[in-house]
Every structure is written in C-alpha cells, then in structure tokens.
C-alpha cells in the first residue's frame, strides 16, 4: 500500500483530538490567514473537525472539506472519504452515501471504501 492509498480507519473518526490538539490546528489556519491558509493546514483543521463530538464543529469541517475538494483536485480522493465519513456521522445520510458511491465507483476493489459503504449502507 503506497502513502497515496492510505485512509484512515472509520474508528479513527471517532476518536476526537484534544481540545488543545484542536486549538493548535485552528491557530495554525489563523496565523496563515484564514481562508488564505495553507491547504495541507486547512486540510489538517477540517479533518480534527469532522472527528469531534460537537456537531457543530464536524459541519464545519464538512464545509471546509468541501471548500478543498472544489479547489484542489488532487485532494479530491481524500476529501471524499472524510466528508462521508463527516456527513453519516452528523446524520446526513444522502450526502454521505453520494459520496461514498462516487469513491466506490472508482475504487470497488479498495477494503477501505468497501467498510466505508457497508458501514452508510448500500
């Protein structure tokens, strides 16, 4: 498995960082300039989002993933899987099974995305 075929396990999206951890992240966004921020921190900022608990912060992080998935095509892939993952876990279930067939349909062979669509629903 290459570095580019990794995603991380949905158990991992459960797992929410710190609030400190979380902070660092924001800051670091922040002291880039915001919207203007690096897409590897702004990237790193929506994820922790997604992983939280607060429901709020996960929808933020959707929008943010899904501001990256329209201005980086390369992140696409990732951005993907983690706004699935993002969309099941704050009950939108359409969305998350949109964005899950689009990954599977790519990928049908990929163990990841495969747990991923069982875990939405076919």
């Known amino acids: 498995m290459t570095k580019s ?17 979380l902070d660092i992240l924001r800051q670091q966004v922040i002291s880039e300039g915001g919207d203007s921020a690096s897409l590897q921190s702004r990237f790193n900022y929506a994820w922790a989002l997604v992983k939280s608990h607060d429901v709020n912060n996960s929808r933020l992080g959707i929008k943010l993933l899904t501001d990256i998935y329209r201005e980086s095509p390369s992140r696409r892939r990732e951005c993907l899987y983690y706004l699935t993952i993002g969309c099941y876990k704050v009950g939108e279930y359409s969305m998350a099974k949109r ?17 991923l669509k069982e875990m939405v629903g076919n």
């Open 99 to 115: 964005y899950v067939d689009i990954l599977y349909e790519h990928e049908p062979n990929n163990l990841q995305i495969k747990a």
């Open 5 to 21: 075929d990794f995603l991380p396990t949905l158990e991992d999206a459960y797992q929410p960082l710190l609030t400190e951890q």
